[in-house]
């Protein structure tokens, strides 16, 4: 037994291969959508979506992007990508500096500039930690990264920071 959306129980529907795939998901009656439950952390240590196998968990950018990843395919139902990205549950989206922009909530905080403004990279909109240890701190010269560089390409002759750290004084990956 299942809870539908309003807290009621709901019978799932018929387990399809070995093992009830539905038993801890939860769905609205109308559609089987599936909702927050479906939050996983990725070995990435990212933000991921959990297969109805629960064995599988794809990362947030892999959810309605054409290629079915999941074993039965549920990261590209309709309902789920019908009308991106209000019918994404909300733990695949961040919100960029300009509202009306969003990407997917595993491409905060990853050094690359996702929004276009850097505001999925620096605060005052995303609290993100100090560049890794793969990665240089200065002012990139190319609008890619925002406030790091990644180290392979420190010492590589290009020019990548402002100050020019990234050939001179980064020690490499």
Do not use: M
Not at 8 to 23: H, K
Not at 80 to 102: K, N, T
């Amino acid at each position: 037994t299942q809870k539908g959306s309003l807290g009621d129980p709901v019978q799932g529907p018929p387990c399809p291969t070995q093992g009830c795939l539905y038993e801890h998901h939860l769905y609205s009656r109308a559609s089987l959508a599936p909702t927050e439950t479906q939050s996983c952390v990725t070995l990435t240590n990212r933000t991921g979506f959990l297969c109805h196998d629960r064995r599988h968990c794809i990362p947030a950018h892999g959810v309605c992007d054409g290629v079915r990843t999941c074993p039965h395919g549920e990261d590209e139902d309709e309902s789920l990508c019908r009308d991106v990205p209000q019918s994404l549950p909300s733990f695949l989206l961040a919100h960029c500096g300009d509202s009306a922009s969003w990407i997917y909530s595993d491409q905060r905080c990853d050094g690359i500039n996702n929004c276009g403004d850097c505001s999925d990279e620096l605060s005052p909109v995303t609290a993100c930690p100090p560049c890794g240890p793969g990665w240089w701190r200065c002012t990139p010269i190319v609008f890619k990264y925002c406030s790091c560089i990644p180290r392979v390409l420190c010492r590589d002759h290009v020019q990548h920071c402002s100050d020019w750290s990234d050939e001179y004084a980064c020690s490499g990956p």
